[in-house]
């Protein structure tokens, strides 16, 4: 009974010392969220850099997921080019491969948090600009080094989410050089699911070294198709050749769209989502004949009812489909109900395929000459191998709940097949993939067979197609200049442009014209239809900033400004999102953007300051008369200054510049 009763006395001390480190840890991640506490008036400087803080978060995090978890680059990426899927002529976007030719090279999570507080580090001070912001308010003081901490979700209670704490020590003082407060720690939380979306991609990484699930796939498409040759005879005298270029360009095409329809078990996708039934006669018919061409053809009952799509759409559901049963693939036992999983190839992307036997671009049936009595007997028989090596890109989409914002992850894998089996042994592809790659002039230039596309832009104001335009096509790296619109007198004068363009699944259409903001869609190739991108009309203004002193309740102007003094003007519309600034000094030719052609009212600041303080200002709503607009070359401003003999007189003036500015003349519109 005694050692008994000693035993119970250790495990209730271990106990409690477990409890104790339980809620030492449960406090502390409640004091890691904690916000300092911060009078009214200093909230908006609290709030301006946690609102820096957060965008720089949202840009690393979004530059995170497009580049595989990489916001730098390891010294391979640029010494080892082929192990880097470039889709962009940005360097800031590519995606090294997780896995090439026997090499893992997943970034783990404390590098990428690592590098999500060196992108804030050094976009904060850009951000912040000395908190020139608060000039007319504040005096803040910088006491301390910048410093800034991710955690990229935790176990437990807040694993979906991202915690930023930025450590900036600065002290607030008021015009009177007294200090009103110090701050030093700032809480950001991106409802982002970082954490849960990287586990299920290096799930999926892991358990493709092992089944190659893809590598199976596209061996069964060799297979399956016709077109593709593989293991086969003919008795036939006549050569039987295949053009192994013909051949790359139909497997490219294949797995571009059916790697589409792989589906990761446990994850968001719908089974009854209908999937085209698709009788063996389809690719020899459609598009061939027309349905009365057809009906008077000779057909036995076998053969007219494998046609039966020609006289009414046949239609099944994912589950019940072919992908169903064979592409829907079990990796993980973890349910992932609002993500998503899509597997892409991209036929612009490099592959190395070798189909052997060949005689260079050329694949021939063996042909053997019968003897005897034989003689005219021709029998050819062929047997293919396929080796390939290509590049698969993995994009994870969770989609947005109550609880988290959406969020994209992407990341890309080498994959391998070696005469016909799917293979991770070691090969050197360092030269191939080194090779002389594709200019952007070469695949403009590759538009045999593509579709006429229609290009249109639109002004967003009038719904109406703009004229002149310039179009730019960008796919991956390449870039091609398209050309402009045009009337086009066979459709009532209609501007536009008609044009082929080369094949890609997700490029950027760019519009550019004099007086309109660049606009821009994305659009695919593939899709035979007119893509219309909408454009915004603005107007550019030179900006006068004349002055009234304010004396004794009297406006006495209008002056221009001194050679020491400069006017900020500030110019929003949130509906639009719009927003315009310009500086403006004495004998300057500044310029202000506006939107053009319909009545919007903005919301206007003016600032005029000289070397030391801000003298007067404007503040108040603008609603500029768009006939007006539309003949003017100059837009004049005017502020009110005024001697202030003390703070309190200063900051009773700006309490009331709202009021104060509606004694000023209206803003005029001149040409």
Known sequence: MKKRGQITIFIVIGLLIVLTFITLDFYTSESELEKEIVSPELIPVQQFVESCTRILGEEAVTLAGINGGYLTFPSWVDAAPYRVLQNSPNLKIRNPYWWFDGITAIPPLARIERDIEEYIEEGLPNCLNNFSVFNNKFQIINEGKLGVQVTLGKEGRKKEDIQIITTYPIEVQDKFNKTLAELQNYIVILPIRFHEVY????????????????????????NLDPDLPTTGFDVDCRKKIWQLPKVEEKLKTLMMINLNHIKIGNTKYNENAPIPYIPAPLPDWRGKYT???????????????????LEEEIENTYKDSYYGYHYVWDVTDKKY????????????????????????????????K?????????????HFTYSMVFPIKVTISDKRTDNNDPF????VYMGKINKNVPDTSSKDFTTYFQRNTVTSEDYCQDIIGANTLTLEAIDKETNTELNNVNFTFTCGRYSCEIGRSRLDLAIGNTPLLRTKLPQCTN?????????????????????????????????????????????????????????????????????????????????????????????FEYRLEVYLADEENIKGGYLGNWTPDPTLLKLADKVTFYVIE????????AYLFYAELPEQSKKLPDIELTR
């Open 408 to 411: 994209r992850f992407s990341f």
């Open 337 to 368: 109900p609002t993500t998503s999983v899509n597997f892409q190839y991209d036929p612009a992307w490099d592959m190395l395929l070798e189909v052997s036997p060949n005689r260079g671009p050329i694949l021939e049936a063996n042909a053997q």
């Open 291 to 309: 349905k009365e061409e057809i009906d008077s053809f000779a057909f036995s009952a076998e053969e007219r009812e494998s046609l039966k799509f």
């Open 370 to 382: 019968g003897q005897q009595i034989l003689s005219a007997f021709c029998l050819k028989v062929w």
């Open 507 to 599: 490029a950027i259409l760019r519009a550019n014209k004099e007086g309109y903001e660049p606009g821009q869609i994305f659009m695919q190739t593939e899709i035979e239809q007119t893509y219309e991108v909408p454009m915004q009309p603005i107007k550019e203004l030179e900006v006068v900033v004349k002055k009234f002193k304010l004396k004794n309740g009297q406006l006495q102007g209008p002056l221009a400004l001194a050679d020491d003094e400069q006017a900020t003007i500030t110019i929003r519309h949130p509906q639009k999102q719009f927003e315009s600034f310009a500086i403006h000094k004495k004998n300057d030719n500044s310029q202000l953007k506006l939107l053009a052609k319909s009545r």
């Open 199 to 222: 586990e299920l991609a290096a799930e999926i990484m892991d358990r493709a070294k092992k089944d190659f699930f893809v590598e199976e796939r596209i061996i069964d498409l060799i």
């Open 642 to 649: 005024q001697e202030f003999e003390d703070d309190d007189s």
